[in-house]
């Protein structure tokens, strides 16, 4: 079994900084990407960031410049540096991981950490 676990989230004002960090254990024999996803009320959950295991990142647009994502790969770690945050990035965030196990490999998925940005 592999379990991604969040942290970091919370209530912040508009314009004020987060970091989430997502922390893979388990029976992991490695890792592909690491990502964050978020859904809001009543919203399809969609991509935030994502980070491949050689390093190349992705951003949805409404982050670019604001979000980054980072990796540490010994420590099967993922975070997510959000600044500039604005209310419309309210939202709960999932950790994601494509994980190669002991069987195959998967997507992963936390339980989520709520993020609320106030006006």
């Known amino acids: 079994q592999v379990q991604l676990v969040e942290s970091g989230g919370g209530l912040v004002q508009a314009g004020g900084s987060l970091r989430l960090s997502c922390a893979a254990s388990?029976?992991?024999?490695?890792?592909?990407?690491m990502g964050w996803y978020r859904q809001a009320p009543g919203k399809h959950r969609e991509l935030v960031a994502v980070?491949?295991?050689?390093?190349?990142?992705n951003y949805a647009d409404s982050v670019k410049g604001r979000f980054t994502i980072a990796r540490d790969n010994a420590k099967n770690t993922v975070y997510l540096q959000m600044n500039s945050l604005k209310p419309e990035d309210t939202a709960v965030y999932y950790c994601?991981?494509?994980?190669?196990?002991?069987?195959?490999?998967?997507?992963?998925w936390g339980r989520g950490t709520q993020v609320t940005v106030s006006s």
């Open positions: 994601n991981g494509v994980v190669r196990d002991l069987i195959t490999t998967r997507d992963y």
């Open positions: 388990g029976y992991i024999r490695s890792i592909n990407a």
């Open positions: 980070t491949t295991s050689g390093s190349i990142t």
